[in-house]
């Protein structure tokens, strides 16, 4: 780091310390010049600026649980910059594994451990003995532990967060400062989690490699699978064993009217086998050409095709990742029409997104809609936070805090409406109206579309069983429980 950027962090730490917001804009201003003239140092700027949000917002805003908070939103987008910025393989490994933990630190503040497990895990990958990294990892899996309501997986979850607190506490890890509040907090939480679980107990009786994942093409898919983190399935976070490797989860124990039909289960269950279809389709699109040298699908065999010499790939293959694309970006779209019946939110079932029915006014979302006004939902809240991530189909390209949001919605809106023509490699640029993508790039793209439903998913569940657990039903209220029949494939 240059000594002009040595002093920039350094007046950074002091205003910070003293809460000086206008000298925190200011530096904040020379970030902004700075890396609009030169990209040469673009990681650690973007770096600086996400600290110069968590200042201000520790400054304006401590411990809000406001659903809508502007500095975080600054801070979550520059961190992510600063990942993807051109320098940032550059810099230090622990500048790396610091902007990663505070990105995933966020995350999980909103509500979103399944995101944040995901990124404290490239941490360590690059960073395994990172001590921040472990032991906000061993916070977020409590935090999902919390949200849960399968007292089995609650219990594993827990049982492994305490393990990365006494990793933290007494094994053999890096620490890139002296945190002495950060290890209070771990030694207190470690202590909860004794108090509540029999750790020993719970590791010595869930094997996590007993399950079976099958044989040939089923093995292939399943492994592929737990190594991206798909399955709905709370322990997947945990890692890819084979525990994981199955669908569990779906919608909580709740309630319906005498005479009304169960109908969020009809919808969660159609979710939910909309999303295995798009895992299903991304795995079989690797599996064969253009990914892998394999003989062409037979129903490419005699389709008369035009080499365009602009490097396209066409095959059932490429079809079905963009298949798989569509459709986990449209399930967010249906989880959104979701949350307008269940919240009885009265919005037209067909102009529903999910970046937009939050809000009172679905274009301006300049004031939430009051069923979701700060309300006490931490999962809800995290689905709410996902929704930043993608853009409606009347966002602005500056109204996410996900940098490729706006390609993504873009993506989108070719794969419905225009012509995205997938190619190896890129021609030159000829004015042609049809659009292209480089292949690997759109399937960057397709995975992480099937994480943000994956995740939006498992949020929506648990939104629902923290709104029926907090639900006054009124002292007079009658119930009968219904229990209904698993669906059984082999019968259809």
Request: with cysteine.
């Amino acid at each position: 780091m240059n000594i002009e950027l040595d002093e920039l962090a350094l007046r950074i730490d002091d205003a910070a310390l003293e809460g000086r917001s206008e000298e925190l804009r200011r530096i904040d201003a020379i970030c902004k010049k700075k890396l609009a003239a030169s990209t040469d140092l673009d990681a650690l700027l973007h770096y600086f600026r996400a600290n110069i949000y968590a200042a201000l917002q520790d400054a304006e805003e401590p411990r809000s649980w406001a659903w809508r908070q502007p500095n975080r939103e600054r801070q979550i987008l520059y961190l992510r910059r600063a990942r993807t910025a051109r320098t940032f393989a550059q810099i230090s490994l622990t500048r790396r594994a610091q902007i990663g933990t505070n990105l995933a630190n966020n995350m999980n503040t909103f509500g979103r451990p399944v995101e944040a497990l995901r990124i404290y895990e490239t941490v360590l990958r690059e960073s395994p003995n990172f001590a921040m990294a472990i032991a906000n990892r061993g916070l977020a899996r409590l935090t999902l532990a919390r949200m849960i309501y399968d007292d089995g997986h609650r219990a594993v979850l827990a049982a492994h967060a305490w393990q990365d607190f006494e990793r933290v506490l007494n094994g053999d890890v890096e620490w890139d400062g002296d945190y002495p509040e950060m290890r209070a907090a771990v030694s207190e939480q470690a202590a909860q989690v004794r108090d509540a679980v029999d750790v020993e107990a719970v590791l010595a009786e869930t094997d996590m490699h007993a399950w079976q994942v099958g044989q040939g093409e089923e093995r292939i898919y399943r492994e592929r699978m737990l190594e991206m983190g798909l399955f709905l399935n709370p322990l997947v976070v945990i890692g890819p064993y084979p525990i994981a490797a199955l669908d569990p989860l779906h919608l909580p124990s709740h309630t319906y009217g005498l005479e009304e039909p169960p109908h969020y289960l009809r919808w969660y269950n159609q979710l939910k086998q909309e999303f295995v279809a798009a895992r299903l389709l991304f795995h079989e699109a690797v599996e064969g050409p253009p990914f892998e040298d394999r003989g062409r699908h037979f129903a490419d065999d005699g389709t008369h095709l035009i080499d365009t010499l602009d490097y396209p790939e066409f095959s059932i293959g490429a079809e079905k990742l963009r298949l798989s694309f569509r459709t986990a970006y449209g399930l967010l779209d249906k989880i959104a029409g979701f949350l307008n019946t269940f919240f009885k939110l009265g919005r037209r079932p067909n102009q529903v997104d999910l970046r937009g029915i939050w809000y009172k006014d679905p274009r301006r979302r300049d004031a939430l809609a009051v069923p979701f006004h700060d309300r006490p939902n931490l999962a809800l809240r995290g689905l709410y936070w996902l929704s930043f991530d993608i853009l409606g189909s009347r966002g602005s390209h500056d109204d996410s805090i996900e940098p490729t949001a706006a390609h993504l919605s873009s993506l989108r809106n070719l794969l419905e409406h225009r012509c995205l023509v997938l190619c190896s490699e890129f021609a030159l640029h000829d004015d042609s109206p049809i659009d292209r993508e480089e292949l690997t790039v759109f399937q960057r793209h397709t995975v992480r579309m099937l994480q943000l439903a994956h995740e939006a998913l498992i949020l929506l569940s648990l939104a629902m069983y923290e709104e029926e657990r907090r639900r006054d039903r009124g002292s007079d209220a009658v119930s009968v429980p219904l229990y209904l029949p698993k669906y059984d494939t082999r019968r259809h």
